[in-house]
T-cell receptor, first 116, second 112 residues
Framework: DVKVTQSSRYLVKRTGEKVFLECVQD?????MFWYRQDPGLGLRLIYF???????EKGDIPEGYSVSREKKERFSLILESASTNQTSMYLC???????????????FGPGTRLTVT | GNSVTQMEGPVTLSEEAFLTINCTYT??????LFWYVQYPGEGLQLLLK?????DKGSNKGFEATYRKETTSFHLEKGSVQVSDSAVYFC???????????FGSGTRLLVRP
């Protein structure tokens, strides 16, 4: 079974802190994604990566950055956390390469981040 | 642009009732369509998919038919169970794009 794990299920941080959310997948997938999930808005793509050290902005990248130093690991970084970044963050991975982003995405359980 | 619209929830049903969750889409081209399900405390998982018009996706008793003429992909199940309580997301994917586009999700609550 594909497994996508996220470093924390719940996280509470203070405004202005730098926050790291980690995601690891064990199926050698090329593609990895970070979404945020908010009530009534569904899932919105923050960043994705189709290879090690490669990244592209999604729909809402402002206030976030990412890092992919190893194929299995994709980190989301909140440079200076703000209260409007309080949300559920979901990581996903999928097989296949750049030319055909895998649509069958496998999701982690999510990290519920609260910024106070 | 491409988008997905789902019926607002929550949808509350009794066990063994018939379920329909409506989903319509707007797309320039021919998308692939999906239903994902999110059980409480978990991430999303793919429930079913259809990649071209008139295809029917099915899994775990759920079905959805890709209707190009009405740009719809409604989710149905003949007899729901308490264990089907979850949030259901309709999504589309274009070959020319890099991302899934999700609807806002519909929460289903099934009572015994």
């Amino acid at each position: 079974d594909v497994k996508v794990t996220q470093s924390s299920r719940y996280l509470v941080k203070r405004t202005g802190e730098k926050v790291f959310l980690e995601c690891v997948q064990d199926m050698d997938h090329e593609n990895m994604f970070w979404y945020r999930q908010d009530p009534g808005l569904g899932l919105r793509l923050i960043y994705f990566s189709y290879d090690v050290k490669m990244k592209e902005k999604g729909d809402i990248p402002e206030g976030y950055s990412v890092s992919r130093e190893k194929k299995e690991r994709f980190s989301l970084i909140l440079e200076s956390a703000s209260t409007n970044q309080t949300s559920m963050y979901l990581c996903a991975s999928s097989p296949s390469g750049r030319g055909a982003m895998g649509y069958e995405q496998y999701f982690g359980p999510g990290t519920r981040l609260t910024v106070t | 642009g491409n988008s997905v619209t789902q019926m607002e929830g929550p949808v509350t049903l009794s066990e063994e009732a018939f379920l329909t969750i409506n989903c319509t889409y707007t797309a320039t081209g021919y998308p692939s369509l999906f239903w994902y399900v999110q059980y409480p405390g978990e991430g999303l998982q793919l429930l079913l998919k259809a990649t071209k018009a008139d295809d029917k996706g099915s899994n775990k008793g759920f079905e959805a038919t890709y209707r190009k003429e009405t740009t719809s992909f409604h989710l149905e199940k003949g007899s729901v169970q308490v264990s089907d309580s979850a949030v259901y997301f309709c999504a589309l994917w274009m070959d020319s794009s890099y991302k899934l586009i999700f609807g806002s999700g519909t929460r289903l609550l099934v009572r015994p």
